[in-house]
């Protein structure tokens, strides 16, 4: 029961990345490899990074990027988020999508709408200033 939930919620976790990776900036999307990065479950639960191709496997630990990851800061701690939502079923954070990646207010809130819809945010709330 237990691998069919975390499958589930793995599944769930890569339409939203596929999601995001379809808006503005394209996160999570190599336009150089033409490849969106995913989650893989074999043994063990694995991110696959869309540019290098690498099966990253990551920890709670882990505080600085692995060698093969090709985002930012701030996307390393949402794909850390992500994997501890999907072993633990623990709510994440969604945020920065306007302040730190500059995407739209449309934008934001499609993905948010999504994350909810998969459990992994409560509400779409979200303090969107424009400034």
Known sequence: ?????????????????KLISSLDR?????????????FSFDTDLFYVDSYSGKKLYITDEQNS??????????LW????????????????FLG?????WA????STMKARQKAKEIGFIDKIDYPYAIF
């Open 1 to 17: 029961m237990k691998t069919e939930q975390i499958l589930k919620r793995m599944n769930d976790v890569n339409e939203l990345i």
């Open 26 to 38: 394209r996160f999570f999307y190599s336009q150089y490899t033409n490849q969106i990065s995913y």
């Open 65 to 74: 990027r692995m060698e093969g990851f090709n985002g930012g800061g701030t």
């Open 77 to 92: 701690d949402l794909v850390k988020s992500f994997r501890k939502f999907i072993v633990t079923g623990e709510k994440g």
């Open 96 to 100: 920065g999508f306007k302040e730190t």
């Open 103 to 106: 995407y739209s207010y449309e």
